[in-house]
């Protein structure tokens, strides 16, 4: 918990203090990342938990070890992240994932 409150305070406070040195590229892309983030996080949210377990299942993994927890967190996010991506692209599933 307090991990997640600290990336969140740094993306918020890296965002609103821009740093003068960085290309106007690579703060484009940092916007577009932000806002493609923000547009697919609720459904992110909603279809996290069944990626994880289906994976945890899948490949028979322990749920309880750290560097399962490490490993899987981010290819958790990335699934999720893809299937949202999908489901926003079906008409009736779209108003669910909004």
Not at 39 to 48: A, D, E, K, R, T
Not at 63 to 78: D, E, G
């Amino acid at each position: 918990m307090i991990a997640s409150t600290m990336l969140f305070i740094f993306v918020k406070n890296a965002y609103k203090y821009r740093v003068k040195i960085i290309s106007a590229n690579w703060l484009n892309r940092y916007d577009k990342f932000i806002n493609n983030i923000s547009q697919y996080s609720f459904g992110i949210f909603l279809v996290h938990m069944l990626v994880l377990q289906s994976i945890i299942r899948l490949f028979k993994l322990d749920a309880t070890s750290l560097i399962t927890a490490i490993v899987l967190a981010p290819i958790t996010i990335v699934i999720s992240w893809l299937l949202t991506a999908v489901m926003k692209k079906i008409p009736k599933i779209n108003l669910l994932v909004r």
